[in-house]
């Protein structure tokens, strides 16, 4: 068990002042690799990760009409950070160089769960996510993409902490969900697509492979994803600041650009609010919660129209 250093905390106005339409800085404005966005409703609480800048940040919004700030805390782990997951009494699941490791935001403490790729310097994980059966999908890859082959794998972790290989030989594996209980898209964004897939529902193992999403016709690499309640799919695209809503047939439906270029990941916060974490910050630097480019995470209230 490892006790982490004391948090960064900041207040911050809630996510509730955010206007309609224009992209507004919610975030602490300095990640190298702002990533993996994950709102829990219950708690009211936005959580990402900073990877390269191993840092974990939580967003703890006040209740609904409360006048009361946003309170922002932010942890440094002594590894990278790929993704943050739910927990159980308050805690969360980190998916880090180790594997997957506990956080207890009320000690500071951080507890090994199941190691995955564990000492492996040269590599690190990217998108994790849990599935509608509770079994966790995780992506893991090179933290230099371009140096050696593209030997990226996607593990999954069963709820009794079984880790199985489900792919290897990816460049780049990110963003998941599921449309449905038992089928799965999946971002491989070397390759410029959304893969689906069907699922075996007791085991969660691939049983066939539907049509994939083919994005190559987009100038950025699509990266990070959020679903919305009809199964289409905001995904964010790399190098282009920008997140768009696709319908299941490829059609978009939606965009959205942010004043930064490494747009990594959405979010959808209450339903009209899609916030979007950025990469391209100094994590040394001081943070900027007013900061407008590179690092900063983004908040822009949908209008809620298109799609209705």
């Known amino acids: 068990m490892t006790v982490l250093?004391?948090?960064?905390?900041?207040?911050?106005?809630?996510?509730s002042a955010v206007p309609s339409g224009t992209p507004v800085?919610?975030?602490v404005g300095n990640d190298e690799l702002g990533e993996s966005p994950l709102w829990f409703a219950d708690r009211?609480?936005?959580?990402?990760?900073?990877?390269t800048g191993c840092r974990v940040h939580r967003r703890a919004e006040p209740a609904p009409r409360s006048a009361g700030p946003a309170r922002l805390t932010t942890w440094t782990l002594p590894r990278a950070?790929?993704?943050?997951?739910?927990?159980?009494?308050?805690?969360?699941r980190l998916a880090t160089t180790s594997g997957l490791e506990e956080l207890d935001p009320g000690t500071g403490t951080l507890r090994p769960l199941v190691a995955i790729e564990d000492g492996q310097p040269d590599r690190r994980m990217n998108d994790v996510?849990?599935?509608?059966?509770?079994h966790v999908w995780a992506g893991t890859m090179r933290f230099d993409t371009s140096e050696g082959p593209q030997d990226g794998a996607l593990y999954r972790v069963d709820p009794a902490g079984g880790v199985h290989l489900v792919l290897d030989a990816i460049g780049c594996p990110n963003?998941?969900?599921?449309?449905?209980?038992?089928?799965?898209v999946f971002i491989d964004s070397l390759r410029h697509r959304v893969d689906r897939w069907r699922l075996d529902p007791v085991t969660r193992e691939k049983v066939a492979t539907l049509d994939p999403l083919?994005?190559?016709?987009?100038?950025?690499?699509?990266?990070?994803?959020?679903?919305e309640d009809d199964g289409s799919l905001w995904i964010a695209f790399w190098g282009e600041g920008t997140v768009r809503?696709?319908?299941?047939?490829?059609?978009?439906l939606d965009q959205v650009t942010v004043p930064a270029p490494l747009s990594s990941c959405p979010v959808l916060v209450d339903g009209d609010l899609l916030v979007v974490t950025t990469a391209g910050g100094d994590p040394t630097a001081a943070p900027d919660v007013s900061a407008l480019g590179p690092g900063q995470v983004f908040a822009v209230r949908l209008p809620r129209t298109l799609g209705q």
């Open 5 to 15: 250093p004391a948090p960064l905390v900041l207040d911050l106005a809630p996510l």
């Open 245 to 252: 809503r696709f319908a299941p047939d490829g059609t978009v």
């Open 175 to 184: 963003g998941m969900a599921w449309p449905a209980p038992d089928e799965m």
């Open 214 to 227: 083919d994005l190559s016709a987009f100038t950025g690499l699509p990266d990070g994803l959020a679903q």
């Open 81 to 92: 950070v790929g993704s943050v997951l739910p927990g159980v009494d308050g805690r969360v």
């Open 129 to 134: 996510r849990v599935d509608p059966a509770g």
């Open 25 to 27: 800085p919610v975030g």
């Open 44 to 51: 009211r609480e936005l959580w990402w990760v900073d990877i």
